[in-house]
């Protein structure tokens, strides 16, 4: 079975601060990772997502994740913290081998940026 | 209007009353997800529908019942729930469920209802 596991249920940073969000996954399979932000009463939209390709993903809004099979981790990062980044953020983990492969996600990460 | 939109978008009902929710798709998908967003919890698959069949139910009580007329709407018919229930409710689509992208494929979500049970 596939697991997510997010380090830290609230994270704090200042603006212009780097930003690390962590998640660690399980799986038995090279698993397919995503990273899905959440702003306050919106649904979820996709920043990036490892699909076997090369291990350092880039999203959008200048956040990027590397893929560390070693470590079994997908950190989520960004260089350079800014206001418009404080919201909540989902790490999923999928099978991309077996079609009936949900996504599972993650509890969740807060993000607060401070000014 | 443009991506996944859900109406409506609060909803607090009694225990007894019957309501519905909606979820449209302007996207051109074939698969259509309902997901339940509770607080400190991971979000839970509810239903999957690929091509208006639903391929998924994931043990999902009956007081829930989705109907899915097109491959553009889905609805999540609610009845005599309890406040356990109470959430946010998130529609997705993506391309398709069960093609060679399976899950995979990037899902789109919709703003969510947010139900409260009382």
């Known amino acids: 079975a596939q697991s997510v596991t997010q380090l830290g249920s609230h994270v704090s940073v200042s603006e212009g601060a780097l930003v690390l969000l962590r998640c660690n996954y399980s799986?038995?399979?090279?698993?397919?990772l995503f990273w899905y932000v959440q702003y306050p009463n919106q649904g979820l939209q996709l920043l990036l997502k490892?699909?076997?390709?090369?291990?350092l993903v880039k999203g959008i809004n200048g956040f990027e994740a590397e893929f560390k099979k070693s470590e079994t981790s997908f950190h989520l990062t960004k260089p350079s913290a800014h206001m418009s980044d404080a919201a909540e953020y989902f790490c999923?983990?999928?099978?991309?081998?077996?079609?009936?492969?949900?996504?599972?996600f993650g509890q969740g990460t807060e993000l607060s940026v401070k000014p | 209007e443009t991506g996944v939109t859900q109406t409506p978008r609060h909803l607090v009902m009694g225990m007894t009353n019957k309501k519905s929710l909606k979820c449209e798709q302007h996207?051109?998908?074939?698969?259509m997800y309902w997901y339940k967003q509770s607080a400190k919890k991971p979000l839970e698959l509810m239903f999957v529908?690929?091509?208006?069949?639903?391929?998924e139910n994931n043990s999902v009580p009956s007081r829930f019942s989705p109907e899915c007329p097109n491959i553009s709407h889905l609805f999540l018919q609610l009845h005599t729930l309890q406040p356990e229930d109470s959430a946010l409710y998130l529609c997705?689509?993506?391309?398709?469920?069960?093609?060679?992208?399976?899950?995979?494929?990037?899902?789109?979500f919709g703003p969510g209802t947010r139900l409260t049970v009382l």
């Open positions: 799986s038995s399979v090279p698993p397919y």
């Open positions: 529908y690929n091509f208006k069949e639903q391929t």
């Open positions: 997705a689509s993506s391309q398709d469920s069960r093609g060679s992208g399976g899950y995979t494929d990037t899902q789109y």
């Open positions: 999923a983990v999928s099978d991309p081998y077996n079609q009936g492969g949900k996504l599972i």
């Open positions: 490892y699909t076997s390709a090369a291990t």
């Open positions: 996207l051109g998908h074939n698969a």
